[in-house]
C-alpha cells in the first residue's frame, strides 16, 4: 500500500547554519522540510537544506515543486538561489508566502537575488518560476491536496501550514513564540494532525532567562509548549525543528528525551528522517542520514 503522505527533513536548524563534528548527527542545515502527496512535491520553507534536495531532484528530471515559505528571515530563504531546479528548463517552481508588511513576495525575492547580494537575476529565471501571495488565512487545493494557512507568533509575520491529503495530514508551524496559555490559532490549525513539526528551539529554562539572557519576545518556543500543545489539538505525533545552532548532537537527544516525558509520541527531527503515513495505516519512520 502507497504512502498517502510522506515527510523529509533537509534541514532542521534555526537561525543560522551550523555544520560541525559535534552536530553532524542531527545536521547543519537550516529549515527545509519536502512532503510527497501522490505525485505532488510540497516543501516547506528554503533554507540551506534545499541545496541538497534540488541537486536530487534534477538526478531524476524535470519537476514541480512547490515551496510554502513560512517567512523571509534569511536561514528560511538562504538556500533558494542555490535550488537547482531553478535554473533548469523543463522543471516548474511555486512559490508562495503569507504578506509580509513591506513588500509582495515577488519583490523580496527580486531583492534577495540581486546584486551586490547574487549574481543571477530572479528575471533570468523566470520561465520556472511563479510567485503566489496568499492571504494570512487561507485554504486552497493543490490537486487532491488541501492546504491551509494560519498567522504565527513571531516579531515579523510567518504562517503555518497544514496539509491533508487522503485522510491524513501535517502541520508545520515554525519561528512561533508560544502563550501563557495553548495558542488557539494553533490548536485549530494542528487538531487531530497526524504530525505537528513544531519550533522548539529553546529549552524552558534558557526562555524565561533562568538560564542565560531571557528569550521572551524572540518569536521561538520550547519543547513544553510544543507538548502543552500536542495534547491539546491531538496529534499523532510531535516533531520537534528548529534546533538552536549552538545546540550538539547530545544536547537534541536530551531535549528528546525531555519531551518524551511529556509527550511520549516526540522525536527531535534530523537531516534524513523519513515520517510515511500510510492510508489507512499508521504511521511509519526511517532514518534515512
Given at each position: 500500500?502507497?504512502?498517502a503522505?510522506?515527510?523529509?527533513?533537509?534541514?532542521?536548524?534555526?537561525?543560522l547554519?551550523?555544520?560541525?563534528?559535534s552536530?553532524?548527527?542531527?545536521?547543519?542545515?537550516?529549515?527545509?522540510v519536502?512532503?510527497?502527496a501522490?505525485?505532488q512535491?510540497?516543501?516547506?520553507d528554503?533554507?540551506?537544506?534545499?541545496?541538497n534536495?534540488?541537486?536530487?531532484?534534477?538526478?531524476?528530471?524535470p519537476?514541480?515543486?512547490?515551496?510554502?515559505?513560512?517567512?523571509?528571515?534569511?536561514?528560511?530563504?538562504?538556500?533558494?538561489?542555490f535550488?537547482?531546479?531553478?535554473?533548469?528548463p523543463?522543471?516548474?517552481?511555486?512559490?508562495?508566502?503569507?504578506?509580509?508588511?513591506?513588500m509582495?513576495?515577488?519583490?523580496?525575492?527580486?531583492?534577495q537575488?540581486?546584486?551586490?547580494?547574487?549574481?543571477?537575476?530572479?528575471?533570468d529565471i523566470?520561465?520556472?518560476?511563479?510567485?503566489?501571495?496568499?492571504?494570512?488565512s487561507?485554504r486552497?487545493?493543490?490537486g487532491?491536496?488541501?492546504?491551509?494557512?494560519?498567522?504565527?507568533?513571531h516579531?515579523?509575520p510567518?504562517?503555518?501550514?497544514?496539509?491533508?491529503?487522503?485522510?491524513?495530514s501535517?502541520?508545520?508551524?515554525?519561528d512561533?513564540?508560544?502563550?501563557?496559555?495553548?495558542?488557539?490559532?494553533?490548536?485549530?490549525?494542528?487538531?487531530?494532525?497526524?504530525?505537528?513539526?513544531?519550533?522548539a528551539?529553546?529549552?524552558?529554562?534558557?526562555?524565561?532567562?533562568d538560564?542565560?539572557?531571557?528569550?521572551?519576545?524572540?518569536?521561538?518556543s520550547?519543547?513544553?509548549?510544543?507538548?502543552?500543545?500536542?495534547r491539546?489539538?491531538?496529534?499523532?505525533?510531535l516533531?520537534?525543528?528548529?534546533?538552536d545552532?549552538n545546540r550538539?548532537?547530545?544536547?537534541?537527544?536530551?531535549?528528546?528525551?525531555?519531551?518524551?516525558e511529556?509527550?511520549?509520541?516526540?522525536?527531535?527531527?534530523?537531516?534524513?528522517?523519513?515520517?510515511?503515513?500510510?492510508?489507512?495505516?499508521?504511521?511509519?519512520?526511517q532514518?534515512a542520514?
Amino acid at each position: 500500500m502507497t504512502s498517502a503522505l510522506e515527510i523529509e527533513f533537509h534541514g532542521v536548524r534555526g537561525s543560522l547554519a551550523s555544520p560541525s563534528a559535534s552536530t553532524a548527527g542531527v545536521g547543519g542545515n537550516t529549515s527545509c522540510v519536502s512532503v510527497m502527496a501522490g505525485d505532488q512535491r510540497i516543501v516547506f520553507d528554503a533554507g540551506t537544506g534545499i541545496r541538497n534536495l534540488g541537486n536530487r531532484l534534477v538526478q531524476a528530471g524535470p519537476s514541480h515543486t512547490v515551496i510554502l515559505l513560512s517567512h523571509l528571515h534569511w536561514d528560511h530563504i538562504q538556500g533558494l538561489p542555490f535550488f537547482t531546479p531553478l535554473y533548469l528548463p523543463g522543471n516548474r517552481i511555486d512559490i508562495m508566502s503569507g504578506p509580509n508588511g513591506y513588500m509582495d513576495l515577488r519583490a523580496a525575492l527580486k531583492k534577495q537575488m540581486s546584486p551586490p547580494f547574487f549574481p543571477v537575476a530572479i528575471e533570468d529565471i523566470a520561465p520556472q518560476l511563479c510567485v503566489r501571495d496568499l492571504l494570512a488565512s487561507e485554504r486552497f487545493n493543490i490537486g487532491d491536496l488541501r492546504v491551509t494557512t494560519a498567522r504565527l507568533n513571531h516579531p515579523d509575520p510567518v504562517y503555518g501550514y497544514r496539509l491533508d491529503f487522503a485522510g491524513r495530514s501535517v502541520v508545520y508551524a515554525t519561528d512561533t513564540e508560544h502563550y501563557s496559555c495553548v495558542d488557539p490559532a494553533l490548536r485549530k490549525l494542528a487538531y487531530g494532525a497526524d504530525v505537528l513539526i513544531y519550533d522548539a528551539q529553546y529549552l524552558p529554562e534558557e526562555y524565561s532567562g533562568d538560564q542565560g539572557p531571557s528569550k521572551v519576545g524572540w518569536g521561538h518556543s520550547t519543547f513544553a509548549a510544543a507538548a502543552e500543545l500536542a495534547r491539546a489539538a491531538g496529534v499523532g505525533k510531535l516533531v520537534l525543528f528548529h534546533h538552536d545552532p549552538n545546540r550538539d548532537d547530545a544536547s537534541v537527544a536530551a531535549v528528546e528525551r525531555r519531551c518524551r516525558e511529556l509527550f511520549p509520541r516526540s522525536i527531535a527531527a534530523r537531516e534524513g528522517l523519513t515520517i510515511r503515513l500510510q492510508r489507512g495505516l499508521d504511521s511509519a519512520e526511517q532514518d534515512a542520514a
